[in-house]
């Protein structure tokens, strides 16, 4: 006898509740609880001399699909990965997914078998680019891998471990499959540690800007000052910016330094304006994450009619590498950013490849070349000629050039030789506090005509 309408819909209603409680919806992969119980009964049911391998994979760009494509652009994309998964691996392979970006793959493998990494890779590599609306769309990937019982016998823990694993290769950014080691639990704890004592270090007023200053190469003139934050924390002493950027980034912290960062570089501008020190240009550093989020313009819109310092202006500086990590999402901040007054540089240029139809497509005002080409070119034919290319594509695009860390004569001459305007580094000063910034620029007209430069310029400050 056939159901009435209202019961039978009623019963695929619990059906597919009863699913949904097991499985996801989206991929038809087992939901998290699902897989961590067969994970459990995995690894207690495996043999003594079989190992397990779980691998978590992470797909980074599926905020930045959904601002491309929509929602239905992120469902094609999480589904393929999910069908390319399952074509890679043996039908008793457990595949599952946690949250929203998150893929999991438990299979037979040693740690210590060289195929069974190979395998693990090949499986990852398998997540091939698709098609959506005509446009390509390419998985971004993250992913690590743990092994039982190697790095552990929890199941709990395996699944963490191999999370941890995942994490760290989104910081190193490339394709491969990153082994999960002891000392990651080591490093979470120090970056646990170091989130705390940042957050404690802000409310204490533990953190300085010091300043360094950009000198003209042909007038020795000073152009203005870069901004960077120090903190000489109360148990550990100086604290490098390699180890506090990151774990701020990896929090709420990034936004509160760069807030920090820019309040105290305008209020310090304005303390030197009316002390008769006017600089051309005052430059503040700018992390990725604070980029992304999407109220920055009007952030920075408002900290700036706060803090007006007219006839200095503000210059932002960005990572080369930020460019290359989202490219539409940071061409529309940028223009963003330039519609607010304040002008755009590209910081640390040539440790990554950015194109050159990329930069004429920013809102640039001006390049540095990162000190890592300017160390030691007096001496390097190849670094010159290189440096020289990099200037003259920099004015082919209308781009300021400053050199990054010039610390000797021979490698000043050689950046006013090739046509860079304008530089930093310690041949010129290390940085600095505000207080001592004074006292820098009357001293500079005596330091500046040690270094060769010209009296025969005038000079803003009337020195």
């Not at 008793?92 to 946690?98: A, E, K, P, Q, S």
């Amino acid at each position: 006898m056939d159901l009435p309408d209202r019961d039978l819909d009623e019963e695929i209603r619990q059906l597919m509740l009863r699913y949904g409680q097991r499985f996801d919806i989206q991929t038809r992969l087992m939901n998290q609880q699902t897989f961590q119980a067969a994970l459990a009964a995995l690894l207690r049911d495996c043999p003594a001399d079989q190992g397990i391998a779980l691998i978590w994979i992470d797909v980074l760009n599926l905020r930045r699909e959904f601002a491309l494509s929509g929602p239905r652009g992120v469902d094609a994309l999480v589904a393929h990965i999910a069908d390319s998964l399952r074509s890679a691996v043996d039908s008793d392979t457990l595949l599952g997914r946690f949250g929203t970006r998150g893929f999991l793959v438990a299979m037979p493998a040693s740690k210590s078998d060289r195929g069974d990494r190979l395998r693990i890779q090949m499986t990852v590599d398998a997540l091939e680019p698709m098609r959506v609306l005509g446009a390509e769309i390419r998985p971004d990937i993250a992913a690590g891998v743990a092994f039982y019982p190697t790095d552990t016998d929890s199941a709990d823990e395996l699944v963490r471990y191999a999370s941890l694993a995942a994490s760290r290769a989104g910081g190193v950014r490339n394709s491969t499959v990153l082994t999960f080691d002891a000392a990651m639990n080591s490093l979470l704890r120090r970056d646990h540690q170091l989130e705390v004592e940042i957050r404690k270090g802000l409310d204490e007023n533990q953190f300085r800007i010091y300043y360094q200053p950009k000198v003209d190469l042909t007038t020795g003139q000073v152009l203005g000052a870069e901004a960077l934050m120090r903190w000489n924390h109360p148990e550990w002493g100086p604290v490098p910016q390699s180890e506090v950027i990151p774990a701020a980034e990896r929090s709420d912290l990034i936004h509160r330094i760069f807030e920090f960062s820019l309040r105290t570089a305008l209020w310090d501008a304005r303390r030197w304006r009316d002390r008769g020190l006017a600089l051309p240009f005052i430059s503040v550093n700018v992390s990725p994450a604070n980029l992304r989020r999407d109220d920055f313009a009007r952030l920075l819109s408002e900290i700036l009619a706060e803090n007006p310092v007219a006839p200095t202006k503000l210059e932002l500086e960005v990572t080369e590498s930020m460019l290359l990590e989202d490219e539409e999402l940071f061409f529309n901040r940028l223009r963003q950013v330039n519609a607010t007054g304040a002008c755009i540089a590209i910081d640390d240029f040539g440790t990554r490849y950015t194109g050159f139809n990329m930069l004429r497509r920013l809102p640039l005002s001006s390049m540095k070349i990162d000190h890592c080409f300017i160390q030691g070119i007096d001496r390097s034919r190849e670094m010159r000629a290189l440096c020289q290319t990099i200037v003259a594509m920099a004015h082919q695009l209308k781009l300021h050039t400053v050199s990054e860390g010039i610390e000797t004569t021979g490698e000043l001459q050689v950046m006013r030789e090739i046509g860079c305007e304008a530089g930093q580094g310690y041949l010129f000063q290390c940085p600095i506090p505000a207080e001592e910034f004074h006292q820098f620029l009357n001293e500079w007209p005596t330091r500046k005509r040690a270094l060769g430069f010209s009296d025969a310029y005038q000079q803003r400050y009337g020195m």
